[in-house]
């Protein structure tokens, strides 16, 4: 029982980061969802034992998904119209986060994995109650129910030389008698192997190290300004464009905002976006004055430097790396509960996995 390998199915797995980091841990990710070509396609070329079908998953049968242990699935956040009730869903597709529940009624996974943004921590529904209080209720009222534990958790806790918090939901069925506990963090904030001066080292040759999306001609203009370690408040006033100098005006009203951060080699960089602009993220190199490599945002990301990111464009390449769990996260994630797992008497784990035949350990 030990040695075998939990099943995974993935909804929403982009280029497969979360879905790595499981593999990592152990377990078998067997069927994978995603609507986005470019992610699908960066996944079939690394994760060759995985099936992934590309589009979306609204047009999937549950008879087409294979059955699963483990339910993964980051879905897009969106609001629901109504709290707690998902027949209050107004659209009448209903939301992403209404698909997962789709599969986890049809193939009862021992347990549910869901990953978002810092975000859905105070997302509202449309009637004014926390998006985050449907999810757990949405799940405890599955039958046969599941008990639900969410943590904001800081990547580089992990290992994952990157300042990215993301929020994790676990949720083991009820019928197993425990609730998910997360792992206490193994690393703290001063250690070196996290600093960006650690993780850039030795990317020469590694393939998409040539793969550098330019910035714009007014970015190629302000960005030699900023010192390593600095931002865009070492750019002269004159320099700046009209919207810039506007905010510097008024920085009370904006919030001082802290602009094209150059983060130094002997700092955490910050989180790796989606859009990869030096505005909001910190891409721009510490000591080159250039947008960091495919290679280097995949290193922040903690993915392996054979994991290839083989989409059309070089924005896709970014979006899909940007879009990711770190792997290392979805590595630490997976271990414990593959360990939470395991320490279940082995006879209740049957027991429990009889109780819905349909479950792929026995295959
Ligand atoms: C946050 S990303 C997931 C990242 C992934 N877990 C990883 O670790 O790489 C969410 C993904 O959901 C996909 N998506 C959005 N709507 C979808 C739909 N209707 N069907 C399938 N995938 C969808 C997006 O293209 C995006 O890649």
Not at 80 to 100: C, N
Not at 181 to 200: I, Q, R, S
Not at 237 to 247: F, G, H, M, N, Q
Not at 255 to 265: G, M, Q
Request: glycine share 6%.
């Amino acid at each position: 029982m030990k040695n075998k390998r939990f099943k995974v199915v993935s909804l929403f797995s982009g280029c497969g980061g979360l879905d790595l980091g499981l593999e990592q841990a152990g377990m078998d990710v067997i069927w994978a969802n995603e609507i986005d070509a470019n992610a699908a396609e960066t996944y079939r070329h690394n994760m060759s034992n995985t099936t992934i079908i590309e589009g979306d998953i609204k047009e999937i049968h549950v008879d087409d998904i294979p059955n699963c242990d483990i339910l993964a699935a980051g879905f897009p956040c969106q609001p629901f119209s109504s709290a707690g009730s998902r027949k209050g869903v107004s659209d009448k597709r209903g939301t992403l986060f209404e698909e997962a529940i789709r599969v986890i009624e049809s193939k009862n996974p021992l347990v549910v994995v869901f990953e978002n943004v810092r975000g859905i921590l105070s997302t509202k529904n449309l009637d004014g109650s926390l998006l985050l209080d449907s999810i757990v209720k949405t799940l405890d009222d599955i039958i046969p129910g599941y008990c639900v534990n969410y943590k904001l958790i800081k990547a580089s806790s992990y290992g994952v030389p990157q300042e990215r918090y993301r929020v994790i939901f676990v949720a083991v069925r009820k019928d197993l008698g425990f609730t998910y506990e997360f792992p206490a963090p193994t690393h703290n904030k001063n250690e070196k192997e996290l600093t960006v001066g650690a993780a850039l080292k030795n990317v020469k040759n590694l393939p998409n190290q040539e793969d550098i999306w330019e910035f714009s001609p007014q970015s190629k203009k302000l960005i030699p300004f900023i010192k390593e370690g600095g931002s865009w408040k070492d750019i002269p006033y004159s320099e700046l464009p009209p919207r810039l100098k506007r905010i510097k005006d008024n920085m009370k009203k904006y919030r001082a905002p802290n602009f094209y951060r150059r983060f130094s080699r002997d700092e955490i960089n910050g989180t790796i976006t989606a859009a990869a602009t030096p505005e909001n993220c910190g891409i721009i190199h510490p000591t080159e004055n250039r947008r960091y490599s495919v290679r280097e945002i995949a290193r922040f990301q903690s993915f392996p430097d054979d994991f290839v990111f083989v989409a059309k464009s070089l924005s896709a390449k970014y979006r899909v790396i940007g879009n990711a769990v770190p792997p290392l996260l979805g590595k630490v994630i997976g271990e414990s509960i593959i360990g939470q797992l395991n320490a279940i008497e082995e006879g209740k784990l049957f027991d429990a996995m009889d109780r819905y035949k349909q479950l792929s350990l026995f295959d």
